[in-house]
Nanobody
Framework: QVQLVESGGGLVQAGGSRRLSCAAS????????MGWFRQAPGKEREFVAA????????YYADSVKGRFTISRDNAKNTVYLQMNSLKPEDTAVYYC????????????????WGQGTQVTVSS
């Protein structure tokens, strides 16, 4: 399995931007579909975005489409989530996850998870 560590969370004003990073350990990072999920207080963890191992395919939740961009750098074993036009409803703990499934977007498709990074959007 791959170990994942998220960074980049914090407090941001509505309308602002933030970039999250997820650093992975291990030599097989480039084989994984990588995803971002989030969990707000009292809510289920939900899918945000995913990117295939070769970065050809990307997937987004409707709620973030057009505002968030997922990308990866396989040479650096890192996946990113660029978040623009942030809204208070984007406030959540954001988790990075890895999957062997090409095109996986369900929580059950991902077997490795980071510990999460808090993003708080103030109105």
């Amino acid at each position: 399995q791959v170990q994942l560590v998220e960074s980049g969370g914090g407090l941001v004003q509505a309308g602002g931007s933030r970039r999250l990073s997820c650093a992975a350990s291990g030599r097989t990072f480039s084989r994984y579909t990588m995803g971002w999920f989030r969990q707000a207080p009292g809510k289920e963890r939900e899918f945000v975005a995913a990117i295939s191992w070769n970065a050809i395919s990307t997937y987004y939740a409707d709620s973030v489409k057009g505002r968030f961009t997922i990308s990866r750098d396989n040479a650096k074993n890192t996946v990113y989530l660029q978040m623009n036009s942030l809204k208070p409803e984007d406030t959540a703990v954001y988790y990075c996850a890895a999957s062997y499934m090409y095109g996986g977007t369900r929580r059950a498709d991902f077997g490795s998870w980071g510990q999460g990074t808090q993003v708080t959007v103030s109105s």
